[in-house]
Each structure stands twice: as C-alpha cells, then as structure tokens.
C-alpha cells in the first residue's frame, strides 16, 4: 500500500490549497482517509476524516469551515481543500488511510501513511 501526497507549498495568510493523496495497492473505497498535520516542535495533529464513499466526515475545530475533505473513488484519490489559511496551519500535512470503512480522529486508527507535504503559510 503506497500513498503520495502533494499539492502542499507556500501561500500568504487567507490564500487556499487543495492537497492530494493518491492511493495505490489496495482498494481505496473501502477504507477510511484521514488528514493529520505536524508542526515544528508540535505532536502529529488530527485534521479530518472521510469514510469509505465521502458521506460522513470530521474536522479539528481550528479548521471547521475553512477546509472541506472529500474523495473520487474512480481515481483512488482523496483530497484536502483549505481555504481562508493561517499562519498557524503551517505544518507537514499527512494522509493516512484506516483498515475499515468508519472514520476516525485517532492516529492509532490508521495503518497506511503517506509522505506528507509541507505547507507554509506567510503573514
């Protein structure tokens, strides 16, 4: 199981980005999709969850309403959208993706991890 994302770079404070995360190995639309962040010096961070065919989904609270998670099946992909972006979500963003089809806010939940993708954002 392989996950590649991208999409992450340097934008100023109330710019967007849409991350990505790509799957490949297994069949992605069983399973769960979370984002988590890591910032210097900071623990590994929840962000959101998706389950399995996008229809329920979790934010952190310092995110609701500015990034909206979501997925296309048919291209194995899932993708975090952040709009409105501060300097404090400066972090390396990670997808992962669970063993089941339930979402969860739970690093613990979560057996595939991808690379992670820096994003920086000036103020």
């Known amino acids: 199981v392989q996950l590649q994302a991208s999409g992450g770079g340097l934008v100023q404070a109330g710019g967007s980005l849409r991350l990505s995360c790509v799957a490949s190995?297994?069949?992605?639309?069983?399973?769960?999709m979370g984002w988590f962040r890591q910032a210097p010096g900071k623990e590994r961070e929840f962000v959101a969850t998706?389950?399995?065919?996008?229809?329920?989904?979790y934010y952190v609270d310092s995110v609701k309403g500015r990034f909206t998670a979501s997925r296309d099946n048919a291209k194995n992909t899932v993708y975090l959208q952040m709009n409105s972006l501060k300097p404090e979500d400066t972090a390396v963003y990670y997808c992962?993706?669970?063993?089941?089809?339930?979402?969860?806010?739970?690093?613990?939940?979560?057996?595939?991890w991808g690379q992670g993708t820096q994003v920086t954002v000036s103020s």
């Open positions: 992962a993706s669970t063993a089941g089809r339930t979402t969860s806010t739970s690093a613990g939940a979560y057996q595939w």
């Open positions: 190995g297994r069949t992605f639309s069983n399973y769960a």
């Open positions: 998706i389950n399995w065919n996008g229809g329920i989904r």
